[in-house]
Structure formats: structure tokens, C-alpha cells
């Protein structure tokens, strides 16, 4: 009844990529619902050029689709539109890391975390291209920061296991695969 109201359209497409998407267990129709959301906050984008929100969000759909250069360009946009928005400095930090540029990701995460401290997500993106780099000092102290503000998020304890079982330390990447597997028995 209204398809040419950018928000509805974008609503409706956030709705498909975000929650029905999600739930889908089977591969090929996760990935049919998640192509037929990008549709949708394509069309939002085509009727407001400038709806960040849109942007960021198709940005992300397309990251979990794997296509890191349509990720690339959208969340870029997102970052223009809204300069301060961690969430998105985020998704392009975690495509920079996918597509294994490092510095890039680091300075991402790094601009973040000052606008804001407590997003655990920018200090396991550090920390995972800090292990990348070899920096494993760097990356265990970035870490572990993300710990101190959440130390709910499994992944942090994910990243810190690889990183040491990587290193050769199996005792210590015992441990974190254990808080692993507690806290994800938890949930």
C-alpha cells in the first residue's frame, strides 16, 4: 500500500535480514530471505540516498553473505551519514578484518572505543587482528579489556583460546575453551 515510503520499506527489510533471516535453519532459504532483505533496504536506499540506517544495515547483510566489497561500500557510507555511530565503525572494522587489513581495522575499532569505551565488540576486533599480526601482547591486552567491560561475551574467551593454543600454551588455552564451553552452556 505504500512502496514508496523508505522507512516502511526499510522496516520491512531489517525484519527479513534480522529476525526471520536469523532463524532460519536451513542454509539455502537463509540465504533466500537474507537476498530478498537486501531488495528491500536497496529499494529504502533508492527512495532516501542518504538513510544511514539503510546503509549500515544493508552493509550487513551483505557481510554475512560474505561480499566484503558491497559490506565495504555501505558501511562506509553509514560511517559518512553518522560519524559517531560505534556499531557500524564496528561492522566495517570486522570487514577490514575479514578482508585482512589489519591497520585499518585497529584504527576503526581504535576510533570506537573513544566515542565508546564499553562496546566489548571493538576490543575482540583488536584483538583478533593483533593475533593476525602476530602481536599476541597487543592482542591478549586488548582482550582482556573487552573482558572487563563484558565478561559474559563468549567470543572474547573464544579469541583468547585460539590465540593460545596458536602460541603452543596449552594449559591457558584449556582454560579459556572451558569458560567457553560454561559460559555457552549457560545460554
Not at 32 to 45: C, D, H, N, P
Not at 60 to 80: R, V
Not at 146 to 165: C, E, R, T
Request: hydrophobic fraction near 35%; charged fraction near 20%.
Amino acid at each position: 500500500k505504500a512502496p514508496n515510503a523508505g522507512k516502511l520499506v526499510y522496516f520491512y527489510g531489517l525484519e527479513l535480514e534480522k529476525t526471520v533471516a536469523e532463524k532460519e535453519k536451513d542454509p539455502e532459504e537463509h540465504s533466500t530471505i537474507r537476498q530478498e532483505g537486501i531488495k528491500y533496504l536497496t529499494t529504502a536506499i533508492s527512495i532516501d540516498p542518504d538513510f544511514g540506517d539503510a546503509h549500515a544495515n544493508l552493509g550487513n547483510a551483505y557481510y554475512c553473505l560474505g561480499q566484503y566489497d558491497s559490506a565495504e561500500y555501505h558501511e562506509a557510507i553509514a560511517i559518512k551519514q553518522n560519524p559517531i555511530n560505534t556499531m557500524t565503525m564496528n561492522n566495517l572494522a570486522s570487514v577490514y578484518y575479514m578482508t585482512r587489513h589489519y591497520q585499518e581495522s585497529i584504527d576503526l575499532s581504535r576510533r570506537a572505543m573513544q566515542i565508546k569505551p564499553d562496546y566489548v565488540n571493538t576490543y575482540t576486533n583488536m584483538g583478533r587482528c593483533f593475533v593476525n599480526l602476530g602481536r599476541y601482547d597487543s592482542a591478549i591486552y586488548f582482550v582482556r579489556k573487552g573482558i572487563a567491560v563484558d565478561p559474559n561475551y563468549v567470543f572474547s574467551y573464544q579469541i583468547l583460546g585460539f590465540m593460545y593454543k596458536a602460541m603452543g600454551i596449552a594449559d591457558s588455552a584449556k582454560k579459556y575453551d572451558d569458560i567457553v564451553a560454561r559460559l555457552t552452556a549457560q545460554h
